[in-house]
């Protein structure tokens, strides 16, 4: 299946779907249940699912960082860890880790569904779809900034190891304080990068007029209307029996 063979508009009621009933449920089995729909769905699509995991490898880890932070702070349940009197761990608490680890997965695999569509293809998608031409160029143009922020801040690490600095050699806190230090000329990068942006549309006339044409204009095929007759009907028996 090419990666264009389904509207953007299809793609977008699936991770719809997917992110609605991953916030719905709170037990394990069924996030794990929709987390392997997930999977099957981006793989379906020719996502590039085993590249975009390798990326968001240091996000997997705070994820888990996360959880495991989460579950150490809720008490309730059978302790598993203890130190004294003090319950470290629970048996509720790692549970709710899991559910929380779980449920950001599934919104993170529904975003690279998302992905196979180029982003002019979602923004024309969001606009046949009802949603004023401003909210849909303001998403396409944060999923287009996102990775330039990566990358600056990739460029700007690499260039403190250059110096001999060596961030995984460094305690926590002189860590912190490097990590501030980056900030300030990324926030100021961005604040230049918004103006340039905010420049280059009012000289385009950006909402000069109500209405906006397209040259490109989608079309739903009749896969389209099954997979989003499939994708709902089966969310619909999901909820019924679970």
Known sequence: MKNNSLDPRTKLVMVLVLSTLALIYNSLFSLAMILAA????????????????????????????????????????????????????TDYGLAKALEFILRLGIIIISSVIITTSSSREVVQGLVQMKVPYEIAFMVSTAVRFLPLFREEMTDMVTALQLRGIDLKKIRLREKLKIYKYLLLPITTNAILRARELATAMEMRAFRAYPHRTSYRVLE??????????????????????L
């Not at 490898?57 to 932070?69: E, F, T």
């Open 38 to 89: 997930a999977v099957l769905i981006a793989l379906a699509l020719s996502s590039n699912l085993i590249s975009m995991l390798a990326r968001l490898k240091k996000l997997i880890g705070g994820m888990i960082a996360i959880g495991v932070a989460q579950s150490i702070f809720i008490k309730s349940g059978n302790p598993i860890i203890t130190i004294g009197s003090l319950a470290l761990l």
């Open 220 to 241: 739903m095929k009749m896969k389209d209307y099954l997979f989003i007759s499939t994708s709902l009907i089966a969310a619909l028996a999901f909820i019924i029996l």
